[in-house]
Every structure is written in structure tokens, then in C-alpha cells.
């Protein structure tokens, strides 16, 4: 049973470009946390989603941010008009059900240059 | 926010048991008390869970308080791989709740040979 896959694992864009993160869960998993860790600073709560549904969206920034959990395929981050700030690291986490525990992918460092 | 409160950093000698110290003095009675670990840059690790009673897997025990107000984890033989920031959490467990996991600060575990 694959881990939680993340791709693309380094991706660089330059300003005011799109990035596109995605997520496959595990195996078996519906539910699936974004995450953001900043350099040299801690995890930061973005977004969770069930399948096809947003649940909390409490630590998305309000613009330019966005994610989804199709029915079928990979959940997708999305950034628009990236930003320097924007440079961090991003997890995903996933879980089969919602009072499991959650297995985190290896992320995907976005560089903004 | 966080709802635990953990020492920044602490170091043990590899061999040694490593104890790691967590409060939480307001949990409530329906919250788990989780810990993750973050090698270096990589996504973070799952290690164990616990409500009320004192849990243990192949990687660490989990000693709860019977007041459930602190905990520690356990790591019974520490390696150097072992080196890691291990954040200790606080989740709610009712169906009214995202289940979401709120990283703090965490420990900074050094390892020595």
C-alpha cells in the first residue's frame, strides 16, 4: 500500500504564474489535509477535504488560493499569480476516516523566483 | 493554536531512553492527545495516539496523566535517526469538528552518539 504521494516534489514558478500541487491519497483514504510550512517555521493548517467537498478552508489565505477533492483523481492545490511569499514547503496529509490518524506525503517545495 | 506546550529543544544520548514531556492542561474529555515527528525537511511522521490510557507501538509509548492535563512520549532506545522536532496535539474528537491537527512549536530532539 503506497504512502501518500505528492507531486510535483520541487516546483518553481516565476511570479504572477500558476501552480499546481496534487495529492493522492493513500489507499482506501477519502479525507485529505493541505498544509504550508514556511521556512524555518512550523506547520501551518490550510485547508481539509472529503471527497468532491470542502470541509474547512479556515487557513486558506482568502485570494488566489483554492483546492479540490474530485471524485476521481488526485485532490489539487492551486495558487494563482504566485508570489515570493508563496515560496514554502506543502504537505497533504490523509486519513481513511475523520477520528483516524492522518499519514502525511513528502511534500512539495514551491520556489517563487 | 497550539493547545500544549512543549520544551524547545532537548538532547539524550543514543542508547538512552528518550522522554518527552508535553502539558496540556486544557483538554477536554473528548480530545486525543496525538504526536507526529518531522525528520529534518520531510513530511511529518505519524508515532502514536492515546485518550486516557497509556499506549505503546513499535515506535514509542504514550504516558498519559490520570488527570490528563500532561503526557510523555517515549522513545525506549534513541538512534540517530531518531533526531527529529516532535509535536505533541491536541485533537477534538466530536462529529462537529474538522479533526484537523494544530502543529505548535514542538521539541527539538537531538540525539548525541
Known amino acids: 500500500n503506497a504512502g501518500v504521494m505528492q507531486n510535483p516534489r520541487h516546483l518553481v514558478r516565476r511570479r504572477g504564474q500558476e501552480a499546481r500541487l496534487r495529492c493522492s491519497p493513500m489507499?482506501?483514504?477519502?479525507?485529505v489535509y493541505w498544509y504550508r510550512q514556511l521556512p524555518e517555521e512550523g506547520l501551518k493548517f490550510m485547508v481539509y477535504l472529503q471527497k468532491e467537498n470542502i470541509i474547512d478552508e479556515s487557513g486558506m489565505p482568502k485570494e488566489r488560493f483554492s483546492a479540490e477533492f474530485p471524485k476521481e483523481g488526485p485532490s489539487i492545490l492551486r495558487i494563482q499569480q504566485v508570489v515570493r511569499g508563496d515560496s514554502a514547503a506543502y504537505f497533504c496529509?490523509?486519513?481513511?476516516?475523520?477520528?483516524?490518524?492522518?499519514?502525511f506525503g513528502q511534500g512539495t517545495r514551491l520556489t517563487v523566483v | 493554536d497550539a493547545k500544549t506546550t512543549q520544551p524547545p529543544s532537548m538532547d539524550c544520548a543514543e542508547g538512552r531512553a528518550a522522554n518527552l514531556p508535553c502539558n496540556h492542561s486544557?483538554?477536554?474529555?473528548?480530545?486525543?492527545v496525538y504526536w507526529y515527528r518531522q525528520i529534518h525537511s520531510q513530511g511529518p511522521q505519524y508515532i502514536i495516539h492515546g485518550l486516557k490510557n497509556n499506549e505503546t507501538n513499535e515506535m514509542a509509548s504514550l504516558i498519559i496523566t490520570e488527570d490528563r492535563k500532561s503526557s510523555t512520549l517515549i522513545l525506549p532506545h534513541a538512534t540517530l535517526r531518531d533526531t527529529a522536532v516532535y509535536y505533541c496535539?491536541?485533537?477534538?474528537?466530536?462529529?462537529?469538528?474538522?479533526?484537523?491537527?494544530?502543529f505548535g512549536s514542538g521539541t527539538r530532539l537531538l540525539v548525541r552518539p
Open positions: 489507499k482506501g483514504h477519502s479525507h
Open positions: 486544557t483538554i477536554s474529555g473528548n480530545e486525543y
Open positions: 496535539i491536541v485533537r477534538p474528537n466530536v462529529m462537529d469538528s474538522s479533526y484537523k491537527l494544530i
Open positions: 496529509a490523509s486519513s481513511p476516516q475523520q477520528m483516524s490518524e492522518a499519514f
